[in-house]
């Protein structure tokens, strides 16, 4: 008998190899992905799925198990069973691009698990409420803006006046009490609010008021006398203004509370309305009264007065009707910040209600993150 050599049987071995693979080989080319189910070692290995699914998913699926870094973050779990599903789908190995493929999802997705993960605690977004973006403290210490006040106080009392200086500055009376956003800086936030308040009317030029002012805003207590932009004119009534600061401290909008076109006189008006506005992680929003004569038109009731009249006080509408000023106010004489109950602030030397001379409260009820710029309008 003729003798077989060493080099015959070594090549035939492969190919009885070979015939017993594809004997062996299931109908269903599944992939048995190792390179995936490695991921939770966090070992780079030559994956033998994309090795032997070459016909079905193309090149080698190398970075199906070079994730494996991202499937031991937050999202390990998730990562582990992704390589499971990942190594069952065949058409997932494309090539060195498989980690982002549907079948690369396996190691891939540790880093999907990351993603999201950097979410919740990158953006904060899961925080977001009134009490965390709108409760720091004011400059004045008082509550956070989601409860905040404007306030113009009554030193002296003449007639249906009163005086918020005795002798008014040059510049006239002016007080500003600032109130920070939380959030992540920059992120805009849609905030719904509440406003209530007894206050002379203004008449502000350009911008837009949202509502023409009523036949009988002397007597109605929900007056809409919000304000959006504009410029207030040269005269000797009290100006009410809500500033929106972005969180490189530049202002992005501001507002007026009490417009009352051509309606300016010895009036005190009721308003109560709701709106919603943008404001900006990071910023701040300011409170602004400012009385160029120090002057202010005492809480004396609906309608016109004048001389000594001066009829009985009224409390605010709605909800702040029995509410109590805030424990803080601007003496506007010094700027410096005094309690609310004291002589210096008011006649009264009580933070009850009613008021003298104007208050308006606003509350803020509800918040919550938009892609929509500063200048949006909501109706």
């Not at 006239?172 to 959030?183: H, L, M, Q, S």
């Not at 509502?211 to 100006?239: C, K, M, W």
């Amino acid at each position: 008998m003729k003798s077989i050599s060493l080099r015959t049987v070594a090549l035939a071995a492969p190919i009885v190899s070979l015939f017993a693979v594809i004997n062996c080989a299931p109908d269903d080319p599944t992939v048995t992905n190792t390179g995936g189910s490695s991921s939770s070692a966090g070992t780079t290995t030559t994956p033998t799925a994309g090795t032997d699914s070459t016909p079905t998913a193309g090149t080698p699926a190398t970075s199906g198990g070079s994730s494996s870094s991202a499937g031991s973050t937050s999202g390990g779990t998730g990562a582990g069973t992704g390589g499971a599903a990942g190594g069952s789908a065949p058409n997932g190995g494309t090539g060195p691009s498989a980690g982002t493929s549907n079948g690369g999802t396996g190691t891939g997705g540790g880093a999907a698990g990351t993603s999201t993960g950097g979410t919740g605690t990158g953006g904060g977004a899961g925080d977001v409420t009134v009490d965390s973006i709108l409760g720091g403290e004011s400059s004045y210490k008082n509550p956070g803006w989601k409860d905040s006040w404007w306030v113009t106080g009554c030193k002296s009392k003449h007639d249906h006046d009163c005086y918020t200086v005795e002798q008014c500055p040059a510049g006239g009376a002016r007080t500003k009490e600032t109130f920070p956003v939380g959030g992540v800086p920059g992120q805009h936030y849609k905030v719904t609010f509440k406003y209530e308040g007894l206050n002379e009317g203004r008449s502000y030029t350009g911008g837009k008021k949202d509502v023409p002012i009523a036949a009988d805003a002397q007597t109605r207590l929900d007056n809409d006398s919000f304000h959006r932009d504009g410029t207030a004119q040269s005269t000797t009534y009290n100006e009410l203004r809500l500033t929106v600061y972005d969180d490189k401290g530049m202002e992005a909008r501001h507002y007026f509370m009490n417009s009352f076109p051509v309606a300016e006189n010895h009036i005190q008006y009721s308003s109560s309305y709701t709106k919603s506005i943008v404001i900006v992680g990071g910023g701040k929003i300011e409170h602004m009264v400012f009385d160029s004569n120090c002057h202010a038109i005492d809480n004396c009731n609906a309608g016109l007065v004048s001389g000594t009249t001066c009829n009985s006080p009224r409390r605010l509408p709605g909800d702040s009707a029995n509410l109590m000023l805030p424990p803080f106010s601007e003496d506007p004489k010094d700027n410096s910040i005094k309690a609310t109950d004291s002589t210096a602030i008011s006649v009264t030397a009580s933070r009850s209600q009613p008021w003298k001379a104007q208050a308006s409260h606003l509350k803020v009820t509800a918040i919550s993150v938009t892609t929509d710029p500063v200048t949006m309008d909501y109706p």
